[in-house]
């Protein structure tokens, strides 16, 4: 199995000693599409799946979800988060065993869903409806030093509830003088890049595990189509994410990496645990 590259207490350790670099936003991968921002002292944790929900859930099937990485983190451990995150209804983007945890670990913790799951979200997490924050898309709202803007996702279809509001969104999160692109499990689909084009966006953070019918799963950008999406909106930077996580659903980064370096788009490819960290003075 692969060991993130800071795990445990060696990633808590990590997360205090950047909260010393003021002014710099740091952005961690913990695996699948989580991912923990830092700004401010303040933090941010995008759709994170910590447990093994899905590997025991599926175990005794045909689909086994056997899991590739070792966990960075237990969500428990995570007593300092402010907001948190779920773009969709899958279970790795809305866990109950992550989320409960967190939940009991952050009292104060506001956690965001599209408007059109949160009666499935609070049955799930058992939970009222009401202590969920909700946003739908052309929807933002503020969450401590965050703004929160929600946009469509294609997950591999634009869906929507008989009220039109989408099941699949992606997050443009505002922070300071940053802007991230959090796409949520997304194909392309029509008018996707002129959504974007809107935002002066600084990083994004996009899937490559693409899309496999023999999996019998829904699919998500192939390595190649993130690497241009973030090419063709004049993405900063652009850092890959959901793989590494289940053998039957995974691609190397290997496509991605080429395609950017062939149409010189810049990238970070980071291993579960890493830290990436952005400067205003860069």
Not at 29 to 43: A, K, R
Not at 185 to 207: C, F, R
Request: charged share 25%; proline share 5%; glycine share 6%.
């Amino acid at each position: 199995m692969i060991k993130p590259l800071l795990q445990g207490e060696a990633f808590l350790k990590d997360v205090q000693n950047a909260s010393k670099e003021k002014g710099d936003i740091h952005i961690w991968w913990l695996g699948q599409s989580g991912f923990l921002v830092q700004w401010c002292n303040e933090h941010l944790l995008f759709d994170p799946y910590l447990s093994d929900s899905l590997t025991r859930k599926y175990a005794t099937t045909d689909k086994p979800h056997k899991r590739m990485t070792e966990q960075v983190i237990t969500p428990e451990k995570l007593d300092f988060i402010n907001i948190t995150t779920s773009s969709h209804n899958h279970t790795d983007h809305l866990d109950h065993e992550t989320l409960t945890s967190l939940m009991k670990a952050n009292l104060e913790m506001d956690l965001l869903i599209p408007s059109a799951n949160q009666q499935f979200a609070s049955d799930r997490l058992g939970i009222k409806p009401k202590q969920l924050q909700t946003i739908n898309t052309g929807e933002s709202i503020r969450l401590g030093h965050f703004e929160i803007h929600a946009i469509p996702a294609a997950h591999e279809e634009l869906s929507t509830d008989d009220q039109g509001r989408n099941h699949y969104v992606g997050y443009i999160a505002k922070a300071g003088p940053w802007t991230i692109y959090h796409s949520g499990d997304t194909i392309p689909y029509e008018g996707m890049e002129e959504i974007l084009s809107q935002w002066e966006i600084n990083v994004a953070l996009l899937p490559i595990n693409g899309r496999r019918p023999e999996r019998r799963v829904a699919g998500n950008l192939w390595g190649h189509e993130a690497a241009r999406l973030a090419k063709s909106v004049n993405v900063d930077i652009v850092i890959p994410c959901h793989y590494e996580m289940f053998e039957f659903n995974t691609e190397t980064p290997d496509e991605f990496e080429t395609e950017c370096l062939k149409i010189k788009q810049h990238f970070k490819t980071l291993k579960s645990g890493e830290r990436w960290t952005g400067s205003n003075n860069t």
